[in-house]
């Protein structure tokens, strides 16, 4: 058993090459191998799974046939960036989302770890609309029917965007949208550098009865190149404690309702 936990990114790189290598692992020996709870290894087989990477199965996972190394991508480094404060900000999320109601998830990483949430304790009924395949083969919870906008996808950023995904989401409903983004200010609100996303993103928002901001400390201050809202017109923007005291006041005094997730409460569970 290994003395102290793996950093996770190292960690689920160290599960697949074991279960590639035997061909199959429970959950259980997984856990005891790498000091971690079930819960967590759950998370990082579902993470796996859902970048087509091994099979689960039920008490673990097997290696898929023929399976080759992982091609990088900027979603595959997305997802091994942040982690703590990903899931910490999305525990805080989970508790906006009501049983019965219709809820938009952007192709984001955060936005993957507050479905991971869902996957955690289940809505009664959820209906969940995403641009993003890899967050929607990630769900297996029955209660949650999962609708996927059309579009083109960027491999790469493992996102659906274009015209067909912005006409699609014009139509719609949504109790909330939950959104993440490149970086956020005062003076640009938050932003991103591609105009696809934020054609999506903007068109998601448009049909949102509120909106949440799922963004980590590291990007506040931060902006790119294209604006998506202004910071204030957010129902609410959820980061993580890792975000300076200065900065708290400055968006708060701004009008910017801002919550702050702890991450001392998950930084063993990711």
């Not at 599960?15 to 290598?21: A, T």
């Not at 999305?90 to 192709?107: C, K, L, P």
């Amino acid at each position: 058993m290994i003395e102290s936990p793996l950093p996770p990114g190292l960690r689920r790189a160290r599960i697949l090459e074991r279960v590639q290598r035997d061909g199959s692992a429970s959950l259980a020996d997984l856990a005891n191998d790498y000091a971690v709870s079930p819960v967590t290894v759950h998370r990082d087989l579902e993470l796996l799974s859902g970048e087509g990477l091994l099979e689960r199965v039920h008490g673990g996972a097997r290696a898929l046939p023929g399976s080759r190394p992982r091609i990088e991508t900027a979603w595959n480094a997305r997802v091994r960036t942040a982690g703590p404060q990903k899931d910490a900000i999305a525990q805080r999320a989970r508790g906006i989302v009501e049983d019965g109601t219709t809820v938009f998830v952007d192709a984001s990483t955060t936005g993957l770890a507050l479905v991971r949430q869902l996957e955690l304790a289940p809505p009664r009924e959820l209906t969940l609309v995403t641009n993003s395949p890899a967050i929607a083969l990630g769900v297996t919870a029955e209660s949650i029917h999962v609708i996927v906008t059309p579009g083109e996808l960027n491999q790469h950023m493992r996102v659906l965007t274009g015209r067909w995904t912005v006409d699609f989401l014009s139509e719609l409903n949504v109790a909330t949208a939950f959104i993440s983004a490149a970086g956020i200010t005062l003076e640009h609100g938050i932003t991103t550098s591609r105009k696809a996303i934020a054609d999506a993103l903007n068109a998601a928002v448009a049909v949102a009865a509120q909106t949440v901001a799922l963004i980590d400390s590291s990007k506040f201050r931060r902006a790119s190149l294209l604006a998506v809202a202004p910071a204030e017109s957010l129902d609410l923007v959820i980061t993580d404690d890792g975000l300076d005291a200065v900065a708290i006041d400055e968006f708060r005094q701004a009008g910017v309702k801002l919550a702050v997730a702890a991450v001392a409460a998950v930084a063993g569970e990711d």
